[in-house]
């Protein structure tokens, strides 16, 4: 079936840039995207990429798909303290098909 | 556009007693809706996949006679957790993906805010 993993913590300093990174295994991905959650609330997109896209920027994030690797990272710019929440990486075949989710990675942003 | 909304929020239930989860889309029509669990400070997983006017798909490992769901329009699906026991207790997210037709595929789900449950 298929895998994702994704790092389980990653902590910067206000201002810096973070790179939550994520992997996985299914070849037929078509679609990845990235989530926020912030502490006992839904999920919230942030964006997504094609898995024909090498990257993707949108305003402060950077999405960048290494498909021979199955490697997909985002990058932070200047990061807050409102950005402090858990990353899920997520992929799926097809739009209406199920979302298949990373463990999790949780960014705490210090002063 | 494309809000998602839980209903209740959080429950806390008696174990053997039985909690209904509603999953609206407020805004749009939503051929499909799937339900998640979540533990805490773990990933989501997939529970089962609710297509509406037609049984939903589990997943393997969900027993389909506890967690009864049901889409009885496009707007709506419900999970209902049946005799609840204290390992039920989870943070349960819905989301809905846009119907096909004359809409614009949307690349994405839209995530409702979540139910806690504790079954105590």
């Known amino acids: 079936g298929e895998d994702v993993e994704q790092s389980l913590f990653l902590s910067v300093r206000e201002g810096d840039s973070s790179v939550i990174n994520c992997t996985y295994t299914?070849?037929?991905?078509?679609?990845l995207y990235w989530y926020k959650q912030e502490p006992g609330a839904g999920l919230q997109l942030l964006t997504y990429?094609?898995?024909?896209?090498d990257m993707k920027q949108d305003q402060r994030l950077t999405v960048l798909l290494n498909k021979k690797d199955k490697h997909l990272s985002l990058r932070i710019a200047d990061t807050q303290t409102g950005d402090s929440a858990i990353y899920f990486c997520?992929?799926?075949?097809?739009?209406?098909?199920?979302?298949?989710f990373g463990t999790g990675t949780r960014l705490q942003v210090t002063l | 556009g494309a809000v998602v909304s839980q209903h209740p929020s959080w429950v806390i239930c008696k174990s053997g007693t039985s909690v209904k989860i509603e999953c609206r889309s407020l805004?749009?029509?939503?051929?499909?809706m799937f339900w998640y669990r979540q533990f805490p400070k773990q990933s989501l997983m997939l529970m089962a996949t609710?297509?509406?006017?037609?049984?939903?798909?589990?997943e393997q490992g969900v027993e389909k006679d506890k967690f009864l769901i049901n889409h009885a329009s496009l707007t709506l699906s419900t999970l209902t957790v049946t005799s609840a026991h204290p390992e039920d207790s989870s943070f349960y997210i819905c989301?809905?993906?846009?119907?096909?037709?004359?809409?614009?595929?949307?690349?994405?789900?839209?995530f409702g805010p979540g139910t806690r449950l504790t079954v105590t």
């Open positions: 299914d070849s037929s991905s078509t679609y």
């Open positions: 609710s297509n509406e006017g037609s049984k939903a798909t589990y």
């Open positions: 997520a992929e799926s075949i097809n739009t209406a098909s199920k979302l298949t």
């Open positions: 805004d749009f029509q939503a051929t499909t």
């Open positions: 989301s809905a993906s846009l119907s096909g037709g004359d809409v614009k595929p949307s690349y994405e789900q839209y």
């Open positions: 990429i094609f898995s024909n896209m």
